[in-house]
């Protein structure tokens, strides 16, 4: 995990409002998914006009790509327009490909998130009403064998979580999402900081419960039938379609994955759900983000009975704020 300094010296005295949590805070030092930052301007003055063509003449080739193509197009004229700026594709089982591909040496599999001691950041925002909380989960990868659980695990979150807005009436919304950008189940939202003790107290039990199994069954079933909802949907919507199978893409996926994902959550077993929160909502790997006003953030802190909190530098607002 990025120790206090690191972060420090990411943000400055200045930091941004509306801070999340750093993938290294989530993941732990040195992982995978860490990338190398700019930190400083002479990086940047050193890079020629050369080295830019060269990076693109590597890299932002048609056969390092993916031309996705939804909706009610006339496909004799899209195909004209991908051959006017790509060349002739070659088809391959409705999969476009053009020039000799171009592709890395396949990556090792990713390693299991380490997070560090830090299990709570908080930060104050003097100009906020609401106190942001964020409850992040990090994961090695989401697409793999384990998504479909995944998926499920995330909306049967959400059934918890949602008390926070519904029952206790401390939220306007709240969230408990699956992350495959920065691989991750996120769980937050922004909370009324007169009640941001109960909120969070909330949100801890709502994870507590699906390790504790807590009316499992009944749980599964709807979020089961939820997240297969959303994948019937999305092929009925062009934009969606297209999105979802550009993530797959970018996982280095095929464009069929989607397809076989919906068969893995429609016969997905609870059992592998349960494997998947014992694996991943694991209290080691939990890592929360408070920000907000000090009442708030203060509130939060004692009514969940946190320790080990870190406290950074308050949240610094310009006149464009």
Same mark, same amino acid.
């Given at each position: 995990?990025?120790?206090?300094?690191?972060?420090?010296?990411?943000?400055?005295? %200045?930091?941004?409002?509306?801070?999340?949590?750093?993938?290294?805070?989530?993941a732990g030092e040195g992982?995978?998914?860490?990338?190398?930052?700019?930190?400083?301007?002479?990086?940047?003055?050193?890079?020629?006009?050369?080295?830019?063509?060269?990076?693109?003449?590597?890299?932002?080739?048609?056969?390092?790509?993916?031309?996705?193509?939804?909706g009610g197009f006339d496909?004799?004229?899209?195909?004209?327009?991908?051959? &006017?700026?790509?060349?002739?594709?070659?088809?391959?089982?409705?999969?476009?490909?053009?020039?000799?591909?171009?592709?890395?040496?396949?990556?090792?599999?990713?390693?299991?998130?380490?997070?560090?001691?830090?299990?709570?950041?908080?930060?104050?925002?003097?100009?906020?009403?609401?106190?942001?909380?964020?409850?992040?989960?990090?994961?090695?990868?989401?697409?793999?064998?384990?998504?479909?659980?995944?998926?499920?695990?995330?909306?049967?979150?959400?059934?918890?979580?949602? &008390?926070?807005?519904?029952?206790?009436?401390?939220?306007?919304?709240?969230?408990?999402?699956?992350?495959?950008?920065?691989?991750?189940?996120?769980? %937050?939202?922004?909370?009324?900081?007169?009640?941001?003790?109960?909120?969070?107290?909330?949100?801890?039990?709502?994870?507590?419960?699906?390790?504790?199994?807590?009316?499992?069954?009944?749980?599964?079933?709807?979020?089961?039938?939820?997240?297969?909802?959303?994948?019937?949907?999305?092929?009925g919507d062009p934009a969606?379609?297209?999105?979802?199978?550009?993530?797959?893409?970018?996982? %280095?996926?095929?464009?069929?994955?989607?397809?076989?994902?919906?068969?893995?959550?429609?016969?997905?077993?609870?059992?592998?759900?349960? &494997?998947?929160?014992? &694996?991943?909502?694991?209290?080691?790997?939990?890592?929360?983000?408070?920000?907000?006003?000090?009442?708030?953030?203060?509130?939060?802190?004692?009514?969940?009975?946190?320790?080990?909190?870190?406290?950074?530098?308050?949240?610094?607002?310009?006149?464009?704020?």
């Amino acid at each position: 995990m990025a120790g206090l300094a690191d972060v420090l010296a990411e943000y400055g005295d %200045g930091p941004p409002a509306g801070r999340t949590l750093t993938t290294g805070e989530i993941a732990g030092e040195g992982h995978p998914h860490i990338r190398p930052q700019i930190t400083d301007p002479k990086q940047l003055r050193d890079i020629s006009v050369r080295d830019l063509e060269d990076f693109r003449d590597t890299h932002y080739r048609a056969a390092n790509s993916a031309l996705i193509i939804t909706g009610g197009f006339d496909m004799e004229l899209a195909i004209g327009y991908v051959e &006017r700026f790509f060349g002739k594709p070659e088809f391959r089982e409705r999969g476009n490909t053009w020039l000799e591909p171009y592709a890395e040496p396949k990556a090792p599999p990713v390693p299991e998130p380490k997070p560090g001691d830090v299990r709570v950041l908080t930060q104050v925002d003097a100009e906020r009403v609401q106190t942001d909380v964020q409850i992040d989960f990090g994961l090695a990868e989401v697409y793999g064998d384990d998504h479909a659980a995944l998926m499920v695990m995330a909306e049967m979150l959400n059934f918890g979580v949602g &008390r926070v807005r519904m029952e206790l009436g401390a939220s306007y919304g709240t969230y408990a999402r699956l992350d495959a950008e920065r691989p991750r189940v996120s769980i %937050g939202g922004a909370i009324d900081s007169a009640r941001a003790d109960e909120g969070l107290v909330a949100l801890y039990a709502a994870i507590e419960e699906l390790r504790t199994r807590e009316d499992f069954e009944r749980r599964f079933a709807f979020a089961r039938r939820n997240v297969l909802q959303r994948m019937i949907n999305a092929q009925g919507d062009p934009a969606e379609f297209a999105n979802t199978l550009a993530r797959a893409v970018r996982s %280095g996926r095929s464009y069929a994955y989607f397809r076989g994902l919906a068969t893995s959550v429609a016969t997905l077993e609870p059992s592998e759900v349960e &494997r998947a929160i014992d &694996r991943v909502l694991a209290p080691e790997r939990a890592v929360t983000m408070l920000q907000g006003p000090q009442a708030g953030v203060d509130k939060a802190v004692a009514g969940a009975k946190l320790t080990s909190v870190v406290a950074l530098p308050a949240v610094v607002h310009d006149e464009y704020d």
